[in-house]
Every structure is written in structure tokens, then in C-alpha cells.
């Protein structure tokens, strides 16, 4: 079991950053058995979507809508992963989600953070 936990969400206005952080907690080989970590994204109204992931070997890939201006990283230890927001926009307001996929043998499993706000003002 993997328990994934978001901070860093607030309001913020347009042109302004933040800093989302999500760690990831729960037993040993579960923690090892994480070969991505994302951040997603659901606006009122809409359906959720990726924003940016990181794999185990540090690849990365970003949605078009924010290639340039968000920034996916992870901490040494593996089990924390960072979204460096930037210029932000209005339409970045949502509820940011982190997201963990694992692998054990004979089984695949994704695990969701419970959510941060974001609220971008104009």
C-alpha cells in the first residue's frame, strides 16, 4: 500500500508560482515498486487530466498546456515528487491530484493523493 500525500496548494494570482510536494509513505516494497509519480489536474466541470510525471529513472513528460512554465521533479529518496509552477494562469485553477503507479510481480496498481487546491486569480 502506497499513501500519497499533496501540500503546497493556495491562491495565487495570475503570473505567480507555486510549489506543490507529495510524498509517498507505506511499506518498504511497495515504496521500491514505484516506477512513476505524477501530478494531474480536474477543473470544475471537467474531466482530470495529466499535467507532468517522472518515471524511476528520472524521465519526464509534460502536458503541452504547460511545457515551459511547470517543472516535475523528485527528491533523492525517491518518494517525494515536486511540481514547480510558474506563470500561472487562470485556467490553471483546479484541484492538482498526485498520483503513484507501482509494479510487483503479477500486479500493477495506481494510488491517488487526496487533492490540493489551486485557485489562479486574474
Known amino acids: 500500500q502506497v499513501l500519497l500525500v499533496e501540500s503546497g496548494g493556495g491562491l495565487v494570482q495570475a503570473g505567480g508560482s507555486l510549489r506543490l510536494s507529495c510524498a509517498a509513505s507505506g511499506d518498504i516494497s511497495s515504496i521500491n515498486a514505484i516506477n512513476f509519480m505524477g501530478w494531474y489536474r480536474q477543473a470544475p466541470g471537467k474531466q482530470r487530466e495529466l499535467v507532468a510525471h517522472?518515471?524511476?529513472?528520472?524521465?519526464?513528460n509534460y502536458a503541452d498546456f504547460v511545457k515551459g512554465r511547470f517543472t516535475i521533479s523528485r527528491a533523492n529518496a525517491k518518494n517525494t515528487v515536486y511540481l514547480q509552477m510558474s506563470s500561472l494562469k487562470p485556467e490553471d485553477t483546479a484541484v492538482y491530484y498526485c498520483?503513484?503507479?507501482?509494479?510487483?510481480?503479477?500486479?500493477?496498481?495506481?494510488?491517488w493523493g487526496q487533492g490540493t487546491q489551486v485557485t489562479v486569480s486574474s
Open positions: 517522472i518515471t524511476s529513472g528520472d524521465s519526464t
Open positions: 498520483a503513484a503507479h507501482t509494479v510487483l510481480p503479477g500486479t500493477t496498481r495506481a494510488y
